[in-house]
């Protein structure tokens, strides 16, 4: 997934189409200050070379790609990642993962606004980087490396793909208790815990109560546990990411 310079073009045109995602400036590489022209997007699909960077403001908008392929060739899973602020609704995102989805299929996305009281847990599953630099905000990533492990947390908003509807099982996800779960037409299961995000931080305990519920439901040994140990072999799908 995003190995060619086609298949970055087909998630641009996903990207162009949300008007409150697109670029403002990109690059390849820090810093990030080419003035992304709606005139020109063959100049940036002819730079791509398994990664893109962008951002925008108002809202205010960090976007990364990096493609199936890590430095030393092997195959990882693509990642993008976008970092918003609260402008953007969390369902507009929503819709941005479903369109990859069709698009590209996905082994798994999320939403998510994480909060203080997740740091610790976020440190140790090496997803939390802490306190993005000049900013307020706390950073959360993923690794194609930690899904290969675990996977690092359940999220407000969570979408499986194939590998972990045939892990979990398809009615299994379909029944969590959540507040919402949504399968989409590529088969991807979505499950929304709560009505609201900020429900992560208006009552962090039965947030984090309700996930620890629905772990429990889906298969408590597919997540990080802080209190096991270093090597403990979690329940993971197979990905088919060989070569």
């Not at 507009?92 to 203080?116: A, E, K, N």
């Not at 620890?212 to 439901?217: A, I, P, S």
Request: proline content about 5%; hydrophobic content about 40%; glycine content about 8%.
């Amino acid at each position: 997934m995003l190995a060619s310079r086609e298949e970055f073009g087909r998630l641009l045109d996903i990207v162009i189409s949300m008007h409150d995602l697109t670029p403002q400036r990109w690059n390849t590489y820090e810093p990030i200050k080419r003035m992304f022209d709606f005139d020109d997007v063959v100049t940036v699909m002819d730079a791509y070379n398994l990664t893109f960077l962008w951002k925008r403001k108002k809202p205010d908008l960090l976007g990364c790609v990096f493609g199936d392929k890590n430095l030393y060739g092997k195959r990882q899973h693509a990642l993008i990642s976008i970092e918003a602020d609260g402008r953007i609704d969390a369902i507009r995102l929503f819709d941005f993962i479903v369109s990859v989805s069709q698009g590209f299929g996905l082994h798994f996305s999320y939403i998510h606004q994480p909060c203080m009281a997740e740091i610790e847990v976020g440190k140790a599953n090496g997803t939390m980087i802490g306190l993005m630099p000049g900013r307020k905000d706390l950073a959360l990533g993923l690794s194609s490396h930690a899904l290969r492990r675990y996977i690092p947390n359940l999220y407000w908003l969570t979408v499986f793909g194939k590998p972990y509807v045939e892990l979990f099982g398809r009615e299994s996800l379909l029944s969590s208790p959540v507040f919402r779960v949504s399968e989409l037409e590529t088969g991807c299961i979505a499950l929304q815990l709560t009505p609201d995000i900020h429900d992560i931080h208006a009552d962090y305990d039965a947030f984090d109560e309700l996930r620890r519920q629905v772990k429990g439901h889906l298969n408590s040994n597919a997540f990080f546990q802080p209190n096991m140990r270093l090597r403990h072999r979690y329940d993971v799908p197979d990905f088919g990411l060989t070569g």
